[in-house]
């Protein structure tokens, strides 16, 4: 309901899409992605999330973000081998893959304001 109903100036997109099913079992495209994750899960559910990513990142090397505000299972992510960190405050950690080409400056810049880089998919969960 929220999605039809969201009209705005400042949107950038508006091929918007809701899936609703598990989200460890997401299957996440194999383009440039940014992931938004609104402290989500618990721990089991974070840890399944992950090593899809991990196994996605694996078998499609590419830029992937994510952002993670209140990371209250930060410690996961740095578990990670395939993403680090490039930015950690109380509220908000930014994790970036180690695989792929690195986002240019302007782009990064556009991230860092919450707009997602051109063609790129975004996966918010919340």
């Known amino acids: ?11 950038h997109c508006s ?14 495209p194999p383009t440039p992605l940014v992931c938004y994750f609104y402290n989500p899960f618990g721990e089991p559910i974070m840890g399944r999330v992950l090593r899809n990513i991990e196994e996605s990142l694996s078998g499609h090397p590419r830029e992937l973000v994510v952002v993670y505000l ?9 578990r990670q081998s ?5 930015r950690r405050k109380e509220w908000c950690s930014i994790y970036r893959s180690n695989r792929g ?3 240019p400056i302007r782009e ?10 051109q063609g790129s998919s975004v996966l918010a969960l919340e």
Do not use: C
């Open 1 to 11: 309901a929220n999605l039809t109903r969201y009209k705005s100036t400042s949107q």
């Open 15 to 28: 091929s918007l899409e809701v899936v609703r099913m598990d989200a460890a079992d997401f299957p996440l």
């Open 70 to 78: 209140y990371p209250e299972l930060d410690y996961l992510f740095e």
């Open 82 to 86: 395939l993403l680090i960190n490039v």
């Open 101 to 103: 080409p690195i986002l």
């Open 108 to 117: 990064r810049e556009e991230l860092e304001e919450g707009a997602a880089p």
